[in-house]
């Protein structure tokens, strides 16, 4: 599991993944996470709009690090600043889905 706070960069609303790309600051680096959710249809489904997402959203984001180490991860949910928080369809069997 991870838990990661940053600001997002990018945000891609596509088939068959959406990916949500996030500066993480650790330690004084800033790293650029790839973020993977479920599909754009999957989102809308959980509320989603294409628009939510908009470079310098500033996002708690809760999934799994790939087993690889890297800078990736798959998406349980996102948690925006005012408390506002959003489920993205994951394919880990462990997602909260409301």
């Known amino acids: ?11 891609k609303f596509s088939n068959p993944h ?9 330690d004084g680096k800033v790293v650029n996470w790839a ?8 989102l809308i489904r959980r509320g989603w709009k294409k628009g939510d997402l908009p470079a310098g959203t500033v996002l708690v984001v809760d999934g799994w690090q790939a087993r690889n180490g890297t800078a990736t991860a798959n998406v ?5 600043t005012d408390g506002k928080r959003l489920f993205a369809g ?6 909260e889905t409301k």
């Open 1 to 11: 599991p991870v838990k990661l706070t940053g600001k997002v960069t990018e945000m």
């Open 90 to 95: 994951s394919s880990n069997e462990s997602a």
């Open 18 to 26: 959406s990916w949500i790309y996030l500066d993480v600051e650790k």
């Open 35 to 42: 973020l993977e959710t479920g599909a754009a249809n999957a």
């Open 76 to 80: 349980s949910s996102v948690t925006f």
